[in-house]
């Protein structure tokens, strides 16, 4: 993230100590890693951050209180699911009469994150 002046130049020498904070602006998930930078040179880099929930258009809010104009967001981007992490009966089974399952399960696969992995890599 850049810090820049009314002309949009960026400020490489401002004279107090300013922050930036990261926030999700989009409504599914959370922002993980450490959502605070300080600007160094003009420049505020983030080295962590993470979103724990698979979207096609989270976007991302830029605070930083003492600028003019203290809040922007990030364009839309993609969150896609991780590998295959783990599994999950998302239908239990249930009602077995002569030996049939009624109720038959659904099993599927979750990435780290918990998103189910629609497409997941051949083992």
Same mark, same amino acid.
């Given at each position: 993230?850049?810090?820049?002046?009314?002309?949009?130049?960026?400020?490489?020498?401002?004279?107090?100590?300013?922050?930036?904070?990261?926030?999700?602006?989009?409504?599914?998930?959370?922002?993980?890693?450490?959502? !605070? %930078?300080?600007? /160094?040179?003009?420049?505020? *880099?983030? $080295?962590?951050?993470?979103?724990?929930?698979?979207? &096609? @258009? +989270?976007?991302?809010?830029? !605070? %930083?209180?003492? /600028?003019?104009?203290?809040? *922007?967001? $990030?364009?839309?981007?993609?969150?896609?699911?991780? &590998? @295959? +992490?783990?599994?999950?009966?998302?239908?239990?089974?249930?009602?077995?009469?002569?030996?049939?399952?009624?109720?038959?399960?659904?099993?599927?696969?979750?990435? +780290?994150?918990?998103?189910?992995?629609?497409?997941?890599?051949?083992?």
């Amino acid at each position: 993230m850049w810090l820049k002046d009314a002309g949009g130049n960026v400020v490489l020498n401002h004279s107090a100590a300013l922050a930036v904070t990261a926030t999700l602006a989009s409504p599914n998930g959370t922002l993980l890693g450490d959502a !605070t %930078a300080s600007f /160094v040179l003009g420049v505020a *880099v983030f $080295s962590d951050l993470a979103i724990d929930f698979a979207q &096609p @258009a +989270a976007q991302l809010r830029f !605070t %930083a209180p003492g /600028v003019p104009r203290p809040d *922007v967001l $990030s364009q839309p981007f993609a969150v896609e699911t991780g &590998p @295959a +992490a783990a599994l999950r009966v998302a239908r239990q089974p249930a009602d077995a009469e002569g030996g049939v399952i009624n109720v038959q399960p659904w099993v599927e696969i979750l990435d +780290a994150g918990g998103n189910k992995v629609l497409t997941p890599a051949p083992y």
